[in-house]
């Protein structure tokens, strides 16, 4: 039986004081860990948190775990069965990492036993009636190198909905322009030159937005994960558009200047 451990904790956000009140929005986390060996730091080990809400509408909170993968569309679901899928998916995990040893062996019969490493959790902030949400996973099995990706999300919790950019903007064509010139000054691509001149892989050498964006409290932030518009090597891509810098052409009237 695997041993884990398992911790909740509630945590009240940082609310404007006029959004605070006994039916505000709270957020905290669940976790889940498995270690192959506690008592070894650097043994193999699986490790998850996952967010849960309290005065959240249940749409709401339905369509959150649904974008973070956590658990198909299921109404109310409950601290014990967060706990549940946690645990399915971590023996899941290790299932499919035994069977590809075990397929390597059959292989490889002289190769060497791997460790891995699997870590997901998440980050969430409030901005006004928004809420952000950041996921980071991070995971080895093996190989030259192990993988990660973070995928952003944003609610509004006054309409309920998750929010994409052109909720956030007028005119998203104007935001291209200005975000293909604030990646090129960025990363050095100069005006004129092929978006993909200095490296870079975007399709058919265009510059494109991404809907991996998170608002913050000054700006919002574009990013790129490996191998999405680049080789391994260059890492996370991202570039920030302060609300300055797109004042004219935010929909959301709080995050104006």
Known sequence: ????????????????????????????????????????????????NYPIFQNINKDLEEQIYFDLEITNKKKDIKDKELYEIMGEKCFNFINEFKKNEEDLKKFDPEATPHDFIYDESFQSKMIFHILAIQVNKNSFTGGAHGTYNTKNFNYDIN???????????????????????????????????????????????????????????????????????????????????????????????????
Do not use: C, H
């Open 1 to 48: 039986m695997l041993k884990n451990k398992f911790f909740i904790s509630l945590i009240m956000l940082t609310l404007p004081l006029f959004l605070i009140s006994k039916d505000a929005l709270k957020i905290g986390k669940i976790s889940y860990k498995y270690s192959v060996d506690e008592s070894n730091p650097k043994a193999s080990y699986y490790s998850v």
């Open 159 to 257: 309409s309920n909905k998750r929010l994409k950019l052109k909720d956030v903007v007028t005119n998203v064509d104007s935001l291209f322009i200005v975000a293909e010139n604030k990646f090129r000054t960025v990363y050095k691509v100069p005006q004129g030159a092929k978006i993909n001149s200095s490296g870079f892989q975007f399709p058919e050498d265009k510059f494109e937005l991404t809907e991996n964006f998170l608002i913050e409290n000054d700006g919002i932030t574009l990013l790129w994960n490996p191998y999405e518009i680049a080789a391994y090597a260059y890492g996370q891509i991202s570039i920030k558009l302060k609300y300055k810098e797109i004042n004219d052409l935010l929909k959301i009237k709080i995050l104006r200047d």
